[in-house]
């Protein structure tokens, strides 16, 4: 390599550099201002949570399992799901359409 490819790798590094520590502070004010967690042991380091302080996407348990979990049955909660539903159900339009519609 010559030293214009060199020079032109290491300011590319850089400024990925720069760009992660910008994404690192905003996400560090976004946790400042979020709601509080209803799980913190394990939802203290989630970024996005709901206004309620869950998981956009979660596993509920629905069912106890045998022999330490086994048979165990979750249901998965999805807040965008839910949400995009109730906006398409205040619009009046079919909701087996999707995002398509947009």
């Known amino acids: 390599m010559d030293g214009w490819t060199i ?31 209803v799980d913190k042991s394990a939802d203290s380091d989630c970024v996005f949570i709901t206004r309620h302080g869950r998981r956009y996407v979660r596993l509920q348990l629905v069912q106890e399992g045998t022999e330490g979990g086994r048979d165990a049955k979750y249901v998965q909660c999805n807040a965008v799901t839910e949400g995009f539903g109730k906006l398409l159900k205040k619009l009046k339009i079919n909701g087996r359409v999707g995002l398509r519609i947009l």
């Open 7 to 37: 020079l032109a790798v290491r300011l590319r590094r850089i400024g990925a550099l720069c760009f992660g520590l910008k994404r690192l502070a905003a996400l560090k004010a976004a946790i400042v201002v979020r709601p509080n967690p």
